[in-house]
């Protein structure tokens, strides 16, 4: 199976707008990197960079909760359903050898401090945490490095500078499905 990473983001966008499209690209890029993508299953950028993985030819997961009304959405290959928020969050983090925060709300910030402070305090082995842009730089400038055992979070100001860290940092597996 290819190497996943696990991409995070907002369900609020729509097609068509820059964050969307964004998200698509991203998925489309670690598709045709060699990667399969998980996302929490949903709209917004989490069906863009679904979509995107899927029309590249990428293997995409959806990670969706019971507690959920909502359906996965069209681009999800394999679903994986679980009870609650908390388990589909742990899920998505087990999932990736890498990530990927896209800009979002409460629910992305959680995933990416759970993340963070999982590799900072060794209950994941280090792995690459990409911040795709600057939204999330206030939050992380915030954290005083003396309060952090290491920190793994990597900017990258573009899709192309996104999937080249990813790739130098985790490689890639092809065809090994």
Do not use: C, H
């Not at 996302?39 to 995409?60: D, I, L, P």
């Not at 069209?74 to 983090?93: A, D, G, N, Y």
Request: proline share 6%; aromatic share 6%; no cysteine.
């Amino acid at each position: 199976m290819a190497i996943v990473i696990t991409v995070f983001g907002s369900s609020r966008p729509a097609p068509g707008t820059p964050a969307y499209e964004t998200a698509r690209a991203l998925g489309a890029a670690l598709a045709k990197a060699g990667f399969a993508i998980a996302t929490g299953g949903y709209g917004g950028t989490m069906e863009a960079a679904s979509r995107g993985a899927r029309e590249a030819g990428g293997k995409v997961i959806g990670v969706t909760a019971e507690e959920f009304s909502s359906p996965a959405n069209q681009w999800v290959e394999e679903e994986i359903r679980v009870s609650t928020w908390q388990e589909r969050l742990m899920k998505l983090v087990e999932l990736g050898a890498g990530y990927v925060a896209l800009p979002g709300g409460t629910g992305t910030l959680v995933e990416l401090a759970v993340v963070w402070e999982r590799i900072s305090k060794g209950f994941l082995s280090p792995r690459p945490l990409v911040i795709l842009g600057d939204f999330w730089l206030p939050v992380v400038k915030a954290i005083p490095a003396a309060e952090l055992n290491s920190n793994p979070i990597q900017p990258a100001q573009s899709v192309e500078d996104a999937v080249m860290l990813l790739v130098r940092q985790v490689g890639v597996r092809r065809g090994a499905d």
